[in-house]
């Protein structure tokens, strides 16, 4: 029951309530089933009203009415209410304690605070006597320290500081000199480097009289060239004019031909079939001349690609030819060479061009080598800027050079002298070995005396023994002198004593001894270090030394590597000279390049009208033809007319893009090839007409594929401009001064774009101007048929066009032979011309070379002179340490002299007073041992007289006990003094040991 009552205590406790500790928390439905598990004891109160509906549930309702519902509920009701009561005392008992118990917690928690703020005051407290204690304890300990340390370390800190004032002394004066002759050598330096720019400067005014000569012969080239182009012009009007010429005469010829259409008349039947038979054999004349225009464009690429080869080659060839600089005098020659030969070909050309093609074709040929030159132009004013830094260059590596040597010497000057402070520190460390090895010598001769002073108490050892023997004989012998007996028993413990303080200060001793032996080893361990040290020392002199021989190896290799940049820089200059009068010629050729640049324009802009009045005629024809087919006779002629004069401008527009020699051959064969083919269908069809309009096709289609090349030729010719581009940007990248450069080439990239889309334009055009003779064509077609007609008198008119072809024949190869004369000059000029570009080039190949080992050699150079620059600022930087070191060693040396004296003074005041007293001590110690040993010959004198008068011996001794007892405790009083005088003395000389280590230690680490 008790634990019932206990565990529905515990489940009627608040949420809030703290359990007690160990017990689980419970909440309102264990409490329920709790009460529904195990019932209270009265069935009224503790019931669960759960249980009884679940009863009163089970219980089998009575077959009566509604009056026992009403009581049934009447009792629950009251039941209900009781139980409320109940759970209200419940909560007022819970309340209750649990005020209890936080009244309790409260208490508790203050008493808690007060013990915890009780334990650390007194924590605080005993830690802070602790602290304080500690604290003065260090304190003092460090004050005595201090004190001891400054008395004792003055005399021997003043003997290092002066020989570290001596030291550095020394090594200041060593410096200055140093510095002096550095500066000498400077001075040195600077005026052999004046001799040398004033030599540089001489040889620069006569380059520069070479150059203005050099100028004068490329204005006589200038104005040769002036009249060759004088020239080239008037052979270009007479081929004009003996153009107009022959179109005179074929206009005429058509205008007989239109007649004769006129005044022929056939049958439908006859026109049909002429028809048939013309649309076949213009089938076969049309794959015939497609066939002949596709064996000339090859062969018209072929030598477009041969030509494009053979520029690019020249081009190279000149580059490198400009870019070379050992043989300038033989290539200037070369340049005069080539100049008399081309204008020698440029005559030859003025004579031998008869048509307006070829003269045309020259002067293309003229822009192309001006074009050429005006980028050699560039590119030598490019390596005129380069040679111009290089030289810069090189007189700054002269410059460094020198500072690189100077700095080189003061470099082995500073090495000699610290190799010589380091031998000196060692021989100091060699000389405290040996004042050391001194000090052991002394030491061991302290343990000699020390042993013999231990004999000497062994012989009291002795004594003492036989005393005790005579002592136990005295007993045997007199039983009576108790008294006697108890002082020799006295006697026998003080000796006793003394023999334990001398075996005691026997065992110091060797302790001592041992801590001398372990000095002595330490000592020999730091010798065989010193050794060491010396032994690296000269190993690093050794590697230093063979360092310095390997920098003037290199000084050497770098004299030899100026002497041969000099060498080249005396070349470059030469070259230079002529570099510039190769760029004053090219300057004047692109004078004259742009000169008929601007001619060439005009005459595209007059083709160009040409063509738009073309066109309009052409416009205008076909409007008639539509109009009225009666005047279809005079339309074709008029349109074949219009379509040859248009197939003349565009030759005249695209030939300038081209090699105008090949050009006109190419263009004479075909026209014979054509003419040929015109001729032998005209024979054997009798159809001129049809000829005339399959010639008209052909030749339209022969203008579309040479606009075709020309603009392939343009877009070559952008492609290089490009590729020119890329070049430049690269050497610009490599130096800062080609940026004008690069924006000449950007700029002629610029007018290379507008110049192919100008061309591309034309090209439009000219496909648009094609689309529109195919449709004449068409038309043409059309009218054809009446053009059957005409056949007959075409007869006649063949046989008078087979006369002009074999005078055309007759003049073609004549111009053919000069062409082929020409081309053998021309092919000559270029095999000379690639010869001289190869020996160029290999000179060029070279000079390259030559310029990168230099560079290398240069990097190098500053490679090396930035190590020397390192190290020399290291080495100043060292010094000023050293300086400053010296400067404050000074001041400490001066304000701890006083200091020093003072305290040696009173150490040595101290150690004076030690010595007095230890000396006092020694006589109070012999006097004490005299007045003994003449106690010890009484006590015997009155031994031998006892065995006479036993009561009067007695008397005498028990007088003389008190005598021997005050002269031990004497004795006994002056060894402890003497002992403790020894024990400061010996105190007083390691602390002077161990502050003479520490002055050892400072000076080794100043040094």
């Not at 508790?108 to 915890?116: D, G």
């Not at 007989?256 to 054999?281: G, I």
Request: net charge negative.
């Amino acid at each position: 029951m008790a634990s019932e009552k206990r565990l529905r205590r515990i489940s009627q406790t608040k949420p809030g309530q703290r359990p007690p500790p160990g017990m689980p928390k419970r909440s309102t439905s264990i409490r329920r089933a709790y009460n529904y598990l195990f019932p209270p004891d009265s069935p009224s109160s503790s019931t669960d009203p759960m249980l009884r509906r679940k009863q009163a549930s089970e219980v089998p309702k009575p077959a009566q009415g509604s009056q026992n519902q009403v009581d049934s509920l009447r009792k629950e009701l009251q039941q209900c209410r009781q139980e409320l009561d109940e759970a209200r005392e419940m909560v007022i008992t819970q309340e209750k304690e649990l005020s209890s118990y936080e009244i309790d917690q409260k208490k508790l928690e203050a008493k808690y605070k007060e013990k915890e703020a009780s334990l650390k005051k007194q924590k605080a407290s005993i830690e802070d006597n602790i602290v304080t204690v500690v604290v003065q304890q260090i304190r003092d300990a460090q004050k005595a320290e201090r004190e001891a340390v400054r008395q004792e370390l003055t005399k021997e800190h003043q003997d290092a500081l002066d020989n570290l004032h001596h030291k550095y002394r020394s090594r200041v004066a060593i410096l200055t000199q140093e510095l002096q002759d550095s500066r000498s050598t400077n001075e040195q330096s600077k005026a052999t480097y004046e001799i040398q720019s004033t030599t540089l400067r001489a040889e620069l005014a006569a380059l520069n009289k070479k150059l203005e000569a050099a100028k004068t012969v490329i204005a006589e080239t200038t104005t040769t060239l002036k009249d060759v182009q004088q020239a080239s012009k008037t052979a270009l009007e007479d081929s004009q004019k003996a153009n107009a010429t022959l179109r005179a005469e074929l206009e005429s010829q058509i205008a007989t031909l239109t007649e004769q259409l006129q005044n022929a008349h056939l049958s439908t039947e006859d026109h049909n079939q002429r028809y048939a038979h013309l649309q076949d054999t213009s089938a076969q004349a049309l794959e015939s001349a497609n066939q002949s225009l596709a064996s000339t464009k090859e062969q018209l690429q072929a030598q477009i690609d041969s030509q494009t080869t053979e520029l690019s080659t020249l081009k190279d060839a000149l580059e490198t030819a400009f870019a070379k600089s050992d043989t300038d005098t033989s290539a200037h020659q070369t340049v005069q060479d080539q100049l008399i030969a081309a204008r020698q070909e440029i005559t030859e050309l003025t004579v031998s061009l008869t048509s307006y093609g070829e003269s045309k074709e020259a002067l293309s040929v003229s822009e192309a080598r001006v074009a050429e030159l005006t980028q050699k132009v560039e590119e030598l004013s490019t390596t005129k800027a380069a040679l111009g830094a290089s030289e810069e260059k090189v007189a700054q590596l002269m410059v460094d050079l020198g500072s690189f040597k100077a700095r080189r010497d003061e470099l082995a000057s500073s090495q000699a002298k610290i190799a010589e402070i380091k031998i000196a520190d060692l021989t100091a460390k060699i000389e405290h070995y040996d004042q050391t090895k001194t000090a052991l010598s002394d030491a061991e001769s302290k343990v000699a005396e020390l042993s013999a002073e231990l004999e000497g108490y062994a012989g009291l050892k002795a004594e003492l023994q036989a005393e005790k023997e005579r002592a136990a004989g005295f007993s045997k012998e007199i039983k009576g002198h108790a008294r006697i007996v108890a002082d020799l028993q006295a006697k026998h413990e003080d000796t006793q004593a003394r023999a334990l303080d001398a075996d005691q200060k026997h065992s110091a001793v060797l302790n001592q001894v041992e801590t001398l032996k372990d000095d002595n080893t330490k000592l020999t361990e730091e010798l065989e270090t010193l050794k060491e040290q010396s032994n690296k020392l000269s190993l690093d002199l050794e590697s230093t030394l063979a360092a310095k021989e390997a920098e003037f190896q290199r000084i050497a290799n770098l004299d030899s590597e100026r002497t041969k940049l000099a060498e080249e820089l005396g070349t470059l200059q030469k070259g230079s000279v002529d570099f510039a009068s190769r760029v004053e010629d090219l300057e004047a050729e692109k004078k004259a390049a742009e000169q008929a640049k601007t001619e060439a324009e005009g005459q595209a802009k007059q083709l160009e009208d040409e063509s738009k009045s073309a066109r309009q005629k052409l416009e205008e024809e076909l409007a008639i033809v539509k109009d009225a087919l009666a005047k279809s006779s005079e339309e074709s002629a008029s349109s074949m007319t219009e379509l040859q004069e248009k197939l003349a401008t565009l030759e005249t527009s695209h030939q300038s893009a081209q090699d105008a020699l090949a050009r006109a051959k190419q263009d004479a064969e075909t026209s014979t090839t054509e003419m040929k083919e015109k001729l032998s269908e005209a024979h054997q069809a009798h159809k001129a007409a049809q000829d005339a309009l399959t010639q008209a096709q052909a030749d339209a289609a022969a203008s579309s594929t040479d606009l075709g090349q020309k603009l392939a030729a343009a877009q070559d010719a952008q492609k290089a401009a490009e590729g020119a581009l890329a070049q430049a940007q690269k050497e610009s990248l490599a130096s800062s001064n080609l940026q004008d450069e690069l924006a000449a080439t950007q700029a002629a990239q610029k007018s290379a774009e507008e110049a192919l889309e100008e061309l591309q334009t034309r090209f439009k055009a000219a496909e648009e101007e094609q689309g529109k003779v195919e449709s004449k064509l068409r038309l043409a077609e059309a009218v054809r048929a009446q053009a059957d007609r005409t056949v007959r008198d075409a007869d006649d008119a063949k046989v008078e066009m087979e006369g002009k072809l074999k005078a055309a024949v007759d003049e073609k190869a004549a111009s053919e032979e000069k062409l082929a004369q020409v081309q053998a000059e021309l092919n000559s000029f270029k095999q000379a011309h690639a010869e001289s570009a190869d020996l160029v080039s290999k000179d060029l190949e070279a000079k390259e070379a030559a310029l990168e080992a230099a560079s290398k050699s240069r990097l190098d150079l500053q490679a090396k002179l930035d190590e020397s620059t390192a190290r020399d600022e290291s080495s100043q930087s060292r010094l000023k340490d050293l300086e400053s070191e010296l400067e404050h060693l000074k001041v400490k040396a001066t304000e701890t002299d006083n200091q020093a004296q003072e305290n040696l003074a009173a150490k040595t005041r101290e150690l004076d007073a030690l010595i007095e007293s230890k000396n006092d001590t020694e006589a109070r110690l012999k006097d004490a041992t005299a007045e003994l040993h003449t106690l010890r010959s009484e006590v015997e004198a009155t031994r031998s007289s006892t065995m006479d008068t036993p009561d009067q011996s007695e008397d005498d001794a028990e007088s003389k006990v008190p005598k021997h007892e005050a002269l031990l405790g004497n004795a006994d009083k002056l060894q402890a003094e003497l002992k403790d005088k020894d024990n400061e003395i010996a105190e007083l000389k390691a602390w002077k040991q161990g502050v003479e280590q520490e002055i050892e230690f400072l000076t080794g680490a100043h040094d």
